[in-house]
């Protein structure tokens, strides 16, 4: 968020889903806050491609847990369901091309997030999504206009959307075999 001129108004942990952190200003345009998005799980390639080589290179049970945590963690949250980090890039992808059809991919998003939390009897999966159904139902009479992304802009941040979680997949398939 700094880094894109944004600023932090804080970091805030939700306990068993992860962390929010919230702008201190307006995103502005989808570009800048798909970007912001893809930094939470492209920064965090870092860690764990380190742990990633250090397994390869010399094996042991405590690394290859921490690799599997981080690439799982990480790959999940970039699938595309709303509020993930992944449905969050593919909100600002749809939105680039239609708001209203963006606010259906939201919401579709938050429904397969309530019916995972279902299919695995889980109260911890489904807390977060009914917050974020309220959020979307209280927000839907405001209209965010972001400036679109341009074809390229959406070209490059779905291509690295898409790497990173190629990335991830691929470390947790090879440690794995």
């Known amino acids: 968020m700094l880094m894109a001129g944004v600023g932090v108004r804080g970091i805030y942990l939700i306990p ?19 970007f912001i998005v893809l930094m939470g799980p492209g920064f965090s390639l870092v860690p764990t491609l380190g742990l990633f080589a250090m397994y390869r290179a010399n094996g042991g049970a405590d690394l290859l847990q921490a690799v599997q945590m981080f690439a799982i963690i990480n790959a999940a949250n970039l699938l ?19 708001r209203s059809f963006a606010q259906v ?44 992304l341009s074809f390229a802009g959406g070209l490059a941040l779905a291509g690295a959307s898409i790497t990173t979680f190629v990335l991830y997949v691929y470390m947790i398939r090879a440690v794995l075999d």
């Open 16 to 34: 068993f889903f992860g962390g929010a952190a919230v702008p201190k200003t307006a995103y502005r345009t989808e570009g800048r806050l798909g």
């Open 80 to 98: 595309p369901i709303y509020p993930l980090d992944g449905g969050l890039i593919l909100n600002a992808l749809v939105g680039s091309l239609s």
């Open 105 to 148: 991919v939201g919401w579709i998003g938050v429904l397969i997030g309530l019916g995972l939390a279902l299919y695995f009897q889980s109260f911890l999966i489904g807390i977060p999504f009914l917050l974020f159904a309220l959020q979307r139902s209280l927000s839907s009479s405001k209209t965010f206009q972001l400036e679109r």
